[in-house]
Every structure is written in C-alpha cells, then in structure tokens.
C-alpha cells in the first residue's frame, strides 16, 4: 500500500522544490537581464522566451510514450541533465543566437522533466491522496518562488554569471538524487513511441483537445507576467528599481499563494474542478487586466493578488482534473501533450513585445491580454460538457 508520503514521493517532492528554487533564482529576472545588458527590443526578448515554448511544445509530441514505456529515473536524468547543461552554458553566451539555443535546450528538458515528475507523482499516491499530494507540490514551488527572488537580488550583485553556475550545480544534486531514488516501478505501455500515437490521443478525446486549448488561453496570460509585465516595468521605472519592484511582486505573489492554498484545497472539496477552473481564470484575467491601470505599487500588488488567486485556482486542479481524465499506462502521454499549452507561451511573449513595441498606453496593452486569457472559461466548461460533467 502506498502511504501519502513514502520515500520516493517525499523525495519526488524535494527534487522539485530543488529544481524550483534554482529556476526561480534567475529566468524570473532573464528578460531584465537582456533588457539591461544586451538592450534587446520587447519583439527580441519575446522570440527567446517564445523560443523556450516551441521548443516545449515540439517535444510534447513526442516525450509522452517514452515516459510511458521506459524506466522513469532513466528519463528524468536526461532532463535534468539538459538543465545542467543550459545552466552552465549560458554565462558564455555573447550573442543573440546562443540566447536562443539555450531557450530551445531549456524547453526540451521542461518537456521531459515537468510531465514525468507528475506521471511519478500519480503512480506512487494512492487516488484519494492525490488531491493532497499535487497540492503540496504547488505548495513547495511556492515557497521555493518566495524564497529564490529576494535571495537572487542578493546574489546578482557578484554576477548574473556566477548565479547561473549555482543553479548548475543545484540541478547536478538533483540528477544525484534520482540516481540515488529506489524508482522499482516497471515501464507499463506497450504502445511503440511515436508522435502519431499523441495526435491519435487528440483525436480519440475531444474533451482533452477542449481541455487542452483552455490551458493554452491560461498560459497565453500566465506567460506575460515573466515577459510583458516584466519589460512593462523595465519601461516604466529604471532598471534597479524595476528589479526591485519585480521581487515584491513576485514574493507577493508566492506570499498570496502561501496563505490562500489551504483555503483552495478545502473549497476543491466543496466545489467541481471545472468550476475551480473557470473561476481562476476569470480571476487570472482580471488581475492581468489591473496591472495595465497605474504604475502605483500599492496598486501593482493588489493586482497581483487578484491574478494569484485566479493562478492558484487554475493551476492547483489542472493536475488533478487530467489525472482523472487518463488510466495509468496513458499518464506520460496525457501529461506530456498537456505541454501543448506551450502554444500560449509562445505566442504570449511575442504578442505581448509586439504591443509593447508598438502601443504607448498600458492600459491598453493588458486589456487585450486579459480578453484572450478570458476565453479560457468557455473552453473548459465545453470539455467538461463533453465529458458529461456539467
């Protein structure tokens, strides 16, 4: 019997907030970074973070059988292995063709690690403490976002170059970890590994197809908070003080889901997952919607809570509605393709430079954002509506 917290989940979960932690102390702050030292235009940036999300998505086609069939330690030691590498590589890079090479490596390895940490998180919980476990996780990435953005802001002072040689080597104690866990699980699919198979999936679930093209409409808004909003603030306020402001919101963002997750566990007991979701991302799109209004930080940090209760909302039930949606031997796959929403990713920076680049007003810029993030309500109450469950 698989308790709640034995020792491979309990360390799944450590590996995480690890990983976490060491994503949070510098990609929060890389588009501050290429706004500041290389002086890249918002159309610029936003082709290297789109770059992370094709590449993501790219691989969500194919990564899903391969965790499907194949030891999953195997698998996530070549992800984490793909970080090691973006890590240690990119104090080297001098010019704009080395930024999107390591945007498209650090997409791969998102690709192989993020869907096989929850495929492990899923077979090693028994299905009534799943709703507990995928909380937690969104708890501890949490705590490691409310921790790494102050402490980067410390640590940036000896050097963007010396702070990613750190995430270095937190990403090679992660990769010592699984080789270290006692992973006994034996690969359960018998399907040949092929993309074919993933489009075969779309095909065959028309409410995953649904469910799916609702997460790209919440990832299209979530990714303009590390993009748009980001060089929104580079614009507006000089480069200290655009970091600093950052780093509040950013903790006030980790602080908001810190106090409000206990309330967002109960209230899943309460209420549909479907309803869960369709709430967050109405709440995700107003909070986008406020941050366009005033450059004030008072105001700038109410806004962010409201986006962070909408954030909470979606993304601690996402896990939890498509782990109900798959059978066992289907969960690599299920949530490989879930990396589709990379879609959103993709198209949000860009877009999001492009009206930057080329509107004066704020407000208007983030009006428009948020009315694409609205549509993700239809498309998850449609899913849910196929399904049979509204």
Not at 15 to 39: C, K, M
Not at 180 to 198: D, Q, R, V, Y
Request: glycine share 6%; charged share 10%.
């Amino acid at each position: 019997m698989r308790s709640k917290f034995n020792i491979v989940t309990s360390t799944i979960l450590v590996s995480i907030f690890i990983a976490r932690f060491g994503t949070f102390l510098v990609l929060p702050y890389l588009t501050l970074f290429l706004l500041d030292e290389f002086h890249y235009s918002g159309m610029q940036i936003g082709t290297i973070i789109s770059t992370l999300a094709l590449s993501n998505l790219v691989m969500s086609f194919f990564v899903g059988p391969y965790i499907d069939k194949y030891p999953k330690n195997k698998v996530i030691i070549i992800g984490l292995i793909g970080y090691l590498i973006c890590y240690f590589y990119f104090p080297f890079i001098e010019h704009y063709s080395g930024f999107i090479a390591f945007a498209a490596l650090l997409g791969v390895s998102q690709a192989v690690v993020e869907p096989t940490y929850r495929v492990l998180l899923s077979l090693y919980t028994e299905p009534e403490n799943r709703r507990l476990i995928f909380n937690m996780r969104y708890f501890l990435i949490n705590i490691s976002a409310a921790i790494a953005p102050l402490t980067s802001v410390y640590f940036q002072q000896y050097g963007m170059a010396n702070l990613f040689f750190i995430v270095g080597f937190i990403f090679l104690l992660n990769i010592l970890i699984f080789i270290i866990i006692p992973l006994k699980l034996n690969p359960i699919s018998t399907t040949k590994p092929s993309i074919f198979h993933s489009f075969h999936v779309f095909k065959k679930d028309t409410s995953f197809l649904i469910f799916v093209l609702a997460l790209i409409f919440i990832s299209f808004g979530y990714s303009q908070f590390d993009s748009t909003f980001s060089q929104y603030l580079g614009k507006s306020f000089h480069h200290e003080l655009a970091i600093q402001y950052f780093a509040w919101l950013i903790t006030t963002n980790a602080i908001t889901v810190l106090v409000i997750q206990y309330f967002v566990y109960k209230l899943g007991e309460l209420i549909s997952t479907t309803t869960s979701l369709m709430i967050g991302s109405g709440l995700l799109s107003m909070g986008l919607f406020f941050f366009g209004q005033s450059d004030s930080i008072l105001w700038l940090i109410a806004a962010m809570v409201i986006f962070t209760a909408g954030e909470v909302l979606v993304f601690t039930m996402v896990d939890i509605h498509l782990d109900g949606m798959c059978e066992d031997q289907e969960k690599g796959t299920y949530f490989a393709l879930s990396g589709v929403k990379s879609v959103g990713r993709i198209v949000g920076p860009s877009l999001g430079g492009v009206l930057l680049d080329t509107m004066s007003s704020g407000a208007l810029v983030f009006f428009i954002i948020s009315v694409v993030t609205l549509l993700a309500i239809p498309s998850f109450y449609y899913s849910s509506k196929i399904r049979g469950q509204f």
